[in-house]
């Protein structure tokens, strides 16, 4: 009797080259996706921003009271503030100790606050800010500064009176805000 091989079917050496080529693109493109979610994701953070400010001023003319959103800039979080609110220090809009805070959300990993510009009171660049949105839909003027681990800057650029959010990918300064 003679034996005849089955054509059908891989060898191991096959089966070794697809293995090691499937791990080689593997580790490659894992590599690429984790460079670009380490420097800190400047879109996704601006976009949570500008979220919370569309959430804030909606909420604020359909409830017909002042709203406000905090940030946090030692904790890189953005979060809601009690409308009622009795502390001195709030009506300038810093905040120097712990308060209560409603939906507190932290910004990506890699992205900071730098500061906020809330003409006249200058810049802050440390503590708690507070950015108020009145019952007739007005926000007050503000830049929200954000820099990731890349050293790349965005600049939220708040309109009073649309509410619009301008997104600028660099530093702006207070004397650019209209």
Known sequence: MKKTSDPRGFTLLELVVVLALLGIFTSVLTLRVTDVFSDGDLRLASRMII????????????????????LSIGRNTLYEIDPVQSDPAAAEGIYIGEEKTAGEAPLPQGVRLEDVILPPRGKIQEGEVRIRFF???????????????????YTLEINPLTGLVKVHDRYVEQKTVQ
């Open 51 to 70: 979220g919370r400010i569309s959430a804030l001023r909606g909420e604020a003319v359909y409830s017909r009271t002042e709203q406000a959103l905090g």
């Open 135 to 153: 019952a007739n839909g007005r926000i007050e003027k503000s830049l929200i500064h954000l820099r990731n681990e890349a050293d790349a800057v």
